[in-house]
């Protein structure tokens, strides 16, 4: 029999970005918050302390700081007529473990979509007609504006610290930002870092083309600043050492620099490490929560932590897991398109193309996270999709984050993998190689998909999380548009040597190679209970004591990195708890 804890008002299941801001919320509106994290504690001091924190082997190479599939891992498959398998070595995605999430590990890359992302389906529908979204794609509208939005996303932007400059301020359009943008009542707070010189170099050919080059947007510090909870940040040092690693000198946007010192002063929020939830336990009539159990780790024995209101932070993958092993919504049926939760599971699409310069120094080892310019002329509201022939849009770039000598070690096609050669070829070419890439969206298909997989479980019994997901052609053909016009760029620059790195048609989902942890969908929010398991404000429809946060909510994957999303949303949802469901807690829609 588990033992049981004694009641709180709030019970928060995740400790990271959405986890830190609705503890914060909560906690100052007076209730008591206890938040449960599956891994250890993270803070700045000691675990993130110089030099241990930047180890590329232990951090960039082995992931100390990533969840072990041994913990907890999920099961691939390409299609339905498939057999997932467990994923045993984190690649395509890393997931973060402990106090502060992947919020640790990330670059910093932070931005908002671009309101035609957030009703995606009315602006296909009016700008072209229906008829061009193919039969399979289940693409929608978001029950909420940009305009809605807007101030939330500007507060996120506020606590984390980000840096950048803004190019359209209440629809006046402002040169050196991104003219593609949604407006902003304000600029950042920060201007943006200085430039390495790839990036001027990539501006320059982009600008002599007519493209509209700024620099990239994102949670690293350009200078000292100072939050409305009162946590200081200092200005990055380019070490090169964001993603993969915390930072340790404050610099990078993350939960710990930004929120947590703040909200762990707080006399009513506390929080328990090595504590897995391993499911909500629900009232006698189902439609309500009544807390948690979760798994004590120190103990050994499990934990009935009530509540009467529930909280889950954690991320996308274990949100929709905990939702489906809760019986919080319908689970999804890709048969029959019926049930809602697992549905419209995403993920993000990229492609690159290497420039090598015998006589360009680029010094990679002077990198930060954001580093880089962009041009977002290929973005969602800047295509015809009408006349390309598909649905989409991408972000170009050149970054230059890092020049760690085990993950970024750049050489011309064709050269040896060790030896002699190898070695030369480092020799001739370590720093003279720059790179530009894109980022793109993913559209939601009726087979891609989340749910429990039948066969393989966890360490407690608990079946393991199942994702179905594969390239759709609308991609690839996105995909092949972007590379043309990344490849006309990088000729402009007459490299001595170049080559890509992109998906063909016939290309296949690879869980191995690492792309981005930018996983999306399976709680999506929706304007009806039949068409996602979460309303407009991140409230479960059939049970309302429950709210989920995180890139689960996403009802088709944008082009952009998703925290900024993340983050507006989790504040928009924190005001409505505060505003309208506190006072008169049941359904807010």
Same mark, same amino acid.
């Given at each position: 029999?588990?033992?049981?804890?004694?009641?709180?008002?709030?019970?928060?299941?995740?400790?990271?970005?959405?986890?830190?801001?609705?503890?914060?919320?909560?906690?100052?509106?007076?209730?008591?918050?206890?938040?449960?994290?599956?891994?250890?504690?993270?803070?700045?001091?000691?675990?993130?302390?110089?030099?241990?924190?930047?180890?590329?082997? !232990?951090?960039?190479?082995?992931?100390?700081?990533?969840?072990?599939?041994?913990?907890?891992?999920?099961? &691939?498959?390409?299609?339905?007529?498939?057999?997932?398998?467990?994923?045993?070595?984190?690649?395509?995605?890393?997931?973060?473990?402990?106090?502060?999430?992947?919020?640790?590990?990330?670059?910093?890359?932070?931005?908002?979509?671009?309101?035609?992302?957030?009703?995606?389906?009315?602006?296909?529908?009016?700008?072209?007609?229906?008829?061009?979204?193919?039969?399979?794609?289940?693409?929608? =509208?978001?029950?909420?504006?940009?305009?809605?939005?807007?101030?939330?996303?500007?507060?996120?932007?506020?606590?984390?610290?980000? !840096?950048?400059?803004?190019?359209?301020?209440?629809?006046?359009?402002?040169?050196?930002?991104?003219?593609?943008?949604?407006?902003?009542?304000?600029?950042?707070?920060?201007?943006?870092?200085?430039?390495?010189?790839?990036?001027?170099?990539?501006?320059?050919?982009?600008?002599?083309?007519?493209?509209?080059?700024?620099?990239?947007?994102?949670?690293?510090?350009?200078?000292?600043?100072?939050?409305?909870?009162?946590?200081?940040?200092?200005?990055?040092?380019?070490?090169?050492?964001?993603?993969?690693?915390?930072?340790?000198?404050?610099?990078?946007?993350?939960?710990?620099?930004?929120?947590?010192?703040?909200? &762990?002063?707080?006399?009513?929020?506390?929080?328990?490490?090595?504590?897995?939830? *391993?499911?909500?336990?629900?009232?006698?009539?189902?439609?309500?929560?009544?807390?948690?159990?979760?798994?004590?780790?120190?103990?050994?024995?499990?934990? &009935?932590?009530?509540?009467?209101?529930?909280?889950?932070?954690?991320?996308?993958?274990?949100?929709?897991?905990?939702?489906?092993?809760?019986?919080?919504?319908?689970?999804?049926?890709?048969?029959?398109?019926?049930?809602?939760?697992?549905?419209?599971?995403?993920?993000?699409?990229?492609?690159?193309?290497?420039?090598?310069?015998?006589?360009?120094?680029?010094?990679?080892?002077?990198?930060?996270?954001?580093?880089?310019?962009?041009?977002?002329?290929?973005?969602?509201?800047?295509? =015809? &999709?009408?006349?390309?022939?598909?649905?989409?849009?991408?972000?170009?770039?050149?970054?230059?984050?890092?020049?760690?000598?085990?993950?970024?070690?750049? *050489?011309?096609?064709?050269?040896?993998?060790?030896?002699?050669?190898?070695?030369?070829?480092?020799?001739?070419?370590?720093?003279?190689?720059?790179?530009?890439?894109?980022?793109?969206?993913?559209? !939601?298909?009726?087979?891609?998909?989340?749910?429990?997989?039948?066969?393989?479980?966890?360490?407690?019994?608990?079946?393991?999380?199942?994702?179905?997901?594969?390239?759709?052609?609308?991609?690839?053909?996105?995909?092949?548009?972007?590379?043309?016009?990344?490849?006309? *760029?990088?000729?402009?620059?007459?490299?001595?040597?170049?080559?890509?790195?992109?998906?063909?048609?016939?290309?296949?989902?690879?869980?191995?190679?690492?792309?981005?942890?930018?996983?999306?969908?399976?709680?999506?929010?929706?304007?009806?209970?039949?068409?996602?398991?979460?309303?407009?404000?991140?409230?479960?429809?059939?049970?309302?004591?429950?709210?989920?946060?995180?890139?689960?909510?996403?009802?088709?994957?944008?082009?952009?990195?998703?925290?900024?999303?993340?983050?507006? *949303?989790?504040?928009?949802?924190?005001?409505?708890?505060?505003?309208?469901?506190?006072?008169?807690?049941?359904?807010?829609?």
């Amino acid at each position: 029999m588990a033992r049981q804890e004694t009641k709180k008002d709030a019970v928060i299941v995740g400790l990271g970005w959405t986890g830190a801001i609705l503890g914060m919320e909560l906690a100052s509106e007076g209730l008591e918050v206890l938040a449960l994290e599956r891994g250890p504690d993270r803070r700045t001091v000691p675990e993130m302390r110089y030099p241990q924190m930047i180890d590329e082997l !232990s951090q960039g190479e082995r992931h100390k700081m990533m969840l072990r599939p041994a913990q907890s891992t999920v099961t &691939f498959r390409r299609n339905l007529s498939e057999t997932a398998l467990p994923i045993r070595k984190w690649g395509s995605f890393l997931l973060g473990n402990g106090v502060g999430g992947s919020g640790v590990h990330w670059n910093g890359q932070n931005w908002r979509p671009q309101p035609e992302e957030l009703r995606l389906r009315s602006y296909i529908t009016e700008r072209w007609n229906a008829g061009i979204i193919p039969e399979d794609m289940t693409i929608a =509208d978001y029950p909420v504006t940009y305009d809605e939005l807007e101030p939330f996303f500007d507060r996120f932007e506020r606590v984390a610290g980000i !840096s950048g400059i803004a190019g359209n301020i209440r629809g006046e359009i402002r040169d050196g930002g991104n003219p593609y943008e949604g407006w902003r009542s304000r600029d950042y707070p920060m201007p943006p870092l200085p430039m390495t010189w790839n990036g001027v170099k990539f501006a320059e050919a982009a600008k002599a083309m007519g493209y509209h080059p700024f620099p990239r947007p994102g949670g690293n510090a350009s200078t000292s600043y100072v939050n409305e909870y009162g946590m200081q940040m200092g200005a990055c040092n380019f070490c090169g050492f964001c993603e993969r690693y915390g930072c340790y000198q404050y610099s990078k946007s993350s939960p710990q620099t930004t929120i947590l010192a703040a909200l &762990f002063r707080k006399p009513n929020f506390s929080y328990r490490t090595g504590a897995e939830v *391993l499911r909500v336990e629900m009232a006698t009539d189902g439609r309500t929560a009544t807390g948690v159990t979760y798994y004590d780790e120190a103990a050994g024995e499990e934990v &009935f932590q009530p509540a009467d209101l529930v909280i889950l932070a954690a991320y996308q993958i274990e949100n929709v897991r905990l939702m489906l092993l809760s019986g919080i919504g319908q689970p999804y049926d890709p048969a029959t398109g019926e049930g809602v939760t697992g549905k419209n599971y995403g993920y993000q699409i990229t492609g690159s193309t290497s420039l090598f310069f015998r006589n360009e120094h680029f010094n990679p080892f002077v990198g930060s996270g954001i580093n880089g310019m962009c041009i977002d002329d290929f973005g969602m509201n800047a295509i =015809d &999709f009408g006349a390309e022939g598909f649905i989409g849009g991408a972000y170009i770039s050149s970054a230059q984050t890092n020049g760690q000598p085990i993950r970024n070690m750049p *050489l011309p096609e064709g050269t040896p993998e060790w030896g002699a050669r190898w070695k030369a070829a480092i020799a001739e070419w370590y720093g003279h190689e720059m790179n530009i890439s894109h980022h793109g969206s993913v559209m !939601s298909y009726r087979d891609h998909y989340c749910d429990l997989d039948p066969t393989y479980r966890d360490r407690h019994g608990r079946p393991l999380m199942r994702i179905t997901f594969n390239w759709h052609a609308n991609e690839l053909r996105l995909n092949a548009f972007l590379q043309e016009k990344i490849e006309a *760029l990088a000729r402009s620059m007459q490299p001595d040597l170049m080559h890509g790195d992109y998906k063909d048609e016939e290309s296949l989902y690879d869980i191995r190679p690492y792309q981005t942890t930018h996983n999306t969908g399976g709680s999506i929010m929706s304007a009806t209970p039949d068409g996602g398991p979460l309303n407009r404000y991140l409230q479960a429809w059939d049970k309302h004591n429950v709210f989920v946060m995180g890139a689960g909510a996403f009802v088709q994957n944008t082009q952009y990195n998703p925290t900024g999303l993340v983050g507006g *949303l989790a504040y928009w949802a924190a005001d409505a708890i505060r505003k309208q469901y506190l006072p008169n807690p049941g359904p807010l829609v």
